[in-house]
């Protein structure tokens, strides 16, 4: 499985780097609102990022994953990700 790293940068900037057979690095939004939305604030802002990381990770490789993105692109293309997350948070 890749190793998922997170730096946050501010509030609402994190860089992830993502080591797998290649090394990815991704620049991720998430907001305020959104983060409260899927955790209530019961979680650390860093975990959400992770937990999502592995969301993407169990449907694509670390290359196909957008470079930067907004966290809630994510339910775009994988519907079931909001539900997921939940859970698994």
Request: proline share 4%; net charge negative.
């Amino acid at each position: 499985m890749a190793e998922i790293q997170i730096v946050r940068r501010n509030f609402e900037t994190f860089e992830v780097t993502v080591t797998g057979e290649k090394t990815t690095s991704h620049t991720v939004i998430l907001k305020p609102e959104y983060y409260q939305k899927l955790t209530g604030g019961a979680v650390p802002l860093e975990r959400l990022i992770e937990k999502s990381f592995e969301f993407l990770l169990e449907r694509e490789s670390n290359t196909a994953i957008l470079s930067r993105f907004e966290l809630p692109l994510i339910g775009h293309y994988f519907p079931e990700y909001e539900k997921t997350i939940v859970e698994r948070l």
